[in-house]
């Protein structure tokens, strides 16, 4: 079935799960900050923050057929590419933030359990955020080098929104589903930082509700939207697909350039290229569901 067949089909969906359900797991799995991440807790560098199959480092000790990166610079490329990877997850919660909100305000004359579990969903978002954001500090402080990262969330957000709902729902499931296949399949059981592993696995906990609340949101918009709309959806969807494309490669671009402050490395005229190009395709491999 291609993309304007699971497009047309949305309008048919039958879903064994209802935002009540919703709420009541995420009360079950409610965390606070602080108690995944203390104030002033000090971060790991002994250890990689990534598993191998999303940062994809080890291959790097060879590069055109001459020796590359070596273990501790290899290290940290995967903690560059982690602090990015939490980054990227804050960056598009802008806009997820801010979509929840609408749908929310649209609930509030009507069906409660649908009102609870979005402003649950937003008030979870804000608290990713907040996690994120005392993370971030935290690598910037122990670190030792400044780390680039997107910062045109704002900007992003607003381009985003201004898409059909339906096609930024669609987005926004995307990432979701994405969130969840990369903790369950590459973060689970990998021998990694056991808080960086734990950041994510609370991310996790809470963006598996997030999934549902947004299946069920377009499955309302779905079952009253015309063939044409969806149509229209689709396309805008894989639009935003490569945008987001371009902001991976915009992200693997200063992840090289802050592994090479970091080490105090200047890649040459031939290498540089290829590493760039290698980089990126790690960020946004098929296995991140962004490509």
């Known amino acids: 079935m291609g993309l304007t067949g699971v497009m047309l089909s949305l309008s048919m969906l039958n879903l064994n799960f209802d935002y009540a359900g919703c709420v009541k797991v995420s009360e079950r799995v409610n965390w606070r ?3 995944v991440m203390p104030q002033d807790t ?3 560098f002994t250890r990689p923050f990534l598993p191998e199959q999303l940062a994809r480092t080890r291959g790097l000790s060879v590069l055109a057929g ?11 490329l995967n903690q560059i590419s982690g602090n990015a990877y939490l980054n990227l ?24 359990s649908a009102l609870r ?16 954001d005392r993370y971030k500090l935290a690598f910037q402080r122990d670190f030792g080098h400044p780390c680039g990262v997107l910062e045109t969330a704002q900007e ?11 096609a930024v729902l669609l987005i926004t499931l995307h990432i979701e589903l994405m969130t ?10 990998a021998d990694v930082d056991p808080l960086f592993k734990s950041l994510l696995k609370h991310h996790w906990l ?8 947004d299946a069920l949101e377009l499955d309302k918009l779905a079952s009253v939207a015309t063939p044409a709309a969806l149509e229209l959806a689709a396309d805008e969807y894989l639009g935003i697909l490569e945008a987001f494309d371009g902001l991976l490669k915009q992200q693997a671009e200063l992840d090289v350039r802050t592994l090479a402050e970091a080490t105090k490395r200047t890649f040459n005229d031939q290498k540089a290229p290829r590493f760039r190009r290698r980089n990126w395709r790690t960020t946004a491999r098929p296995s991140s569901g962004m490509a």
Do not use: W
């Open 42 to 44: 000090r971060l790991d």
């Open 180 to 189: 969840q296949q990369h903790f369950t399949e590459c973060v689970k059981d």
């Open 33 to 35: 900050v602080d108690e």
């Open 206 to 213: 809470e963006e598996a509700q997030h999934a549902r609340i």
């Open 117 to 132: 579990a979005l402003t649950r969903f937003v008030d979870e978002e804000l608290k990713h955020q907040a996690l994120f």
């Open 89 to 112: 997850f804050s960056f598009v919660e802008e806009y997820i933030l801010a979509t929840m909100l609408k749908h929310a305000q649209a609930e509030v004359f009507g069906d409660p």
């Open 156 to 166: 992003v957000a607003e381009v985003i929104m201004s898409h059909s709902p339906i």
């Open 66 to 76: 001459e020796a590359f990166l070596n273990d501790i610079e290899r290290r940290s």
